[in-house]
């Protein structure tokens, strides 16, 4: 054989080891949209899906950030502004994918607000106003709703979809002053079940599920924090009625986002996965307010 031969058959085999390197990653192939995906359990699943190989459209309100995160995860990554409240802006980022991609694989439904920004007044039964309340649940529940409802139009010609919704711990148990997060996430928990019983019956390939995470340490945990001998306390305090004695991380509900993402779990539809130290395993599984200042990326600005 000679050289240019050895050389072509070099190049061949170092393709085909490259391809098949990819191929076994568990996203190899597939587009993914995540919303509020500029920081916290947003961010930290956008990277682990690159890491396996998939192509992530970033999606949030704070378009600096955004961007700036998609061009660090490099070309397999994009960047779209996404009020998940507005139908319109759904429909326009959906169609964006499907001309530049051809095609959505999964969707996860992560951007939320907890209710408990400056400007939102209480949050307890007696004294929310109903203007709060519909604040809270247009970006909480509306946006799950629409995300589900556009996925599914542009996903169910496909093979082997999946819907993630990012729900909450406060979707199964109460919380007296966070009221109306507790309701919407609640409504994320159910509306899962129903979209995976829809999707079933009408034979679409689209598995939806959800994911319970609590006690995360996002980027919104530093204001309750504080600095120095206070913030040491305050942890302290916030870890003492968890199991495991300890904040959970970002890349910890990543993995169980990435799980549900991937092919490997296509008998499973309509679950609930809770990530939460073990708080929920035991008898005192009720959130207190001053640490229930949640998980998922801030839609509100």
């Known amino acids: 054989m000679d ?4 050389s072509e058959s070099t190049i061949t085999s170092n393709t085909d080891s490259i391809h098949n390197k990819n191929s076994r990653k568990r996203l190899f192939g597939k587009v993914c949209l995540i919303t509020g995906a500029a920081r916290g359990i947003g961010l930290a699943t956008a990277k682990a899906f690159i890491n396996e190989g998939a192509t992530v459209v970033l999606s949030d309100l704070d378009d600096a950030c955004g961007q700036n995160e998609a061009k660090t995860l490099g070309e397999k990554a994009s960047y779209f502004h996404l009020d998940v409240s507005k139908p319109d802006q759904w429909q326009y980022v959906m169609e964006q994918i499907q001309l530049e991609h051809s095609k959505i694989d999964v969707l996860v439904n992560n951007a939320g607000i907890t209710g408990q920004q400056p400007g939102f007044g209480p949050q307890d039964p007696e004294n929310m106003t109903l203007e709060s309340w519909d ?11 629409l995300g589900c ?5 542009y996903m169910k010609k496909n093979s082997h979809s999946s819907i993630i919704n990012v729900s909450s711990r406060s979707g199964i148990v109460g919380i007296p002053g966070s009221a109306a997060y507790a309701s919407s996430k609640a409504s994320v928990r159910n509306h899962t079940k129903s979209v995976a019983l829809y999707c079933a019956e009408k034979g679409y390939d689209i598995r939806c599920n959800s994911v319970h995470p609590a006690a995360i340490m996002t980027p919104l945990w530093e204001p309750f924090l504080g600095s120095g001998e ?3 306390q305050n942890l302290k305090t916030m870890v003492a009625g968890i199991p495991l004695k300890r904040m959970g991380r970002p890349e910890e509900v990543a993995a169980t986002i990435l799980f549900l993402a991937t ?11 809770i990530i939460d130290g073990g708080i929920l395993a035991g008898s005192a599984s009720a959130p207190q307010n001053n640490i229930e200042k949640e998980e998922t990326s801030d839609d509100s600005k």
């Open 263 to 273: 092919d490997e779990c296509l008998f499973m539809t309509g679950s609930e996965l």
């Open 149 to 153: 409802k556009y996925a599914i139009k």
């Open 135 to 145: 604040r809270v649940h247009h970006i909480n529940s509306d946006g799950v709703f």
């Open 230 to 232: 206070n913030r040491v």
């Open 3 to 6: 050289n240019k031969a050895n």
